[in-house]
T-cell receptor, first 110, second 117 residues
Framework: RKEVEQDPGPFNVPEGATVAFNCTYS??????FFWYRQDCRKEPKLLMS???SGNEDGRFTAQLNRASQYISLLIRDSKLSDSATYLC???????????FGGGTRLMVKP | GAVVSQHPSWVICKSGTSVKIECRSL??????MFWYRQFPKQSLMLMAT?????????EQGVEKDKFLINHASLTLSTLTVTSAHPEDSSFYIC?????????????FGDGTRLSIL
């Protein structure tokens, strides 16, 4: 079983749609959680951290459920520019190593 | 602006060549930096943890004699792919975190695309 699992997609959605990505992690000792965005052939860029109480940044909402070891990302009013691969990333806290999910590919179409 | 600089961004060279990649934290100290590799359509895989002033810690299956890591200062780590072969062609990315901010996101370099002919 992978340490961080994501549905690879692709998710094909029209502009303006709401789309949700899910992620599960296996290490219950994980300390911090992030969503990164990676464009084709580029490095990952931080989209947002994920806090236990849930957090929102504009059109993006992240949720964390520690009991279920589950993380989600909701994107509202999708834009063409949201097309990318979204990586669920977990920090083990001990050595600060990051473990990446396989990524979920989103394609927003006109 | 960028807080982690990686150089070069693209390398094409012949089989058997050794290639050095630099990773610099631009305005902060990073005792620890990380090196990742990403093959097409796959996620990033941690190769090794680079520790300033001590030996790097390699992940299982990563040859330490093949991938030499040097972290000689608090702002610079280098990865040298020795005697590179076509199967070493990949996207190599480094990351660093400010020493004063535990559990905070890491910053990634722009990545180095290595193509071995």
């Amino acid at each position: 079983r992978k340490e961080v699992e994501q549905d690879p997609g692709p998710f094909n959605v029209p502009e303006g749609a709401t789309v949700a990505f899910n992620c599960t992690y296996s290490n219950s000792a994980s300390q911090s959680f992030f969503w990164y965005r990676q464009d084709c052939r580029k490095e990952p860029k931080l989209l947002m951290s994920v806090y236990s109480s849930g957090n929102e940044d504009g059109r993006f909402t992240a949720q964390l459920n520690r009991a279920s070891q589950y993380i989600s990302l909701l994107i509202r009013d999708s834009k063409l520019s949201d097309s990318a691969t979204y990586l669920c990333v977990v920090n083990d806290g001990a050595g600060n190593m990051l473990t990446f999910g396989g990524g979920t590919r989103l394609m927003v179409k006109p | 602006g960028a807080v982690v600089s990686q150089h070069p961004s693209w390398v094409i060279c012949k089989s058997g060549t050794s290639v050095k990649i630099e990773c610099r934290s631009l305005d902060f100290q990073a005792t620890t930096m990380f090196w990742y590799r990403q093959f097409p359509k796959q996620s990033l895989m941690l190769m090794a943890t680079s520790n300033e002033g001590s030996k790097a810690t390699y992940e299982q299956g990563v040859e330490k004699d093949k991938f030499l890591i040097n972290h000689a200062s608090l702002t610079l780590s280098t990865l040298t792919v020795t005697s590179a072969h076509p199967e070493d062609s990949s996207f190599y990315i480094c990351s660093a975190r400010r020493d004063t901010q535990s559990n905070q996101p890491q910053h990634f370099g722009d990545g180095t695309r290595l193509s071995i002919l």
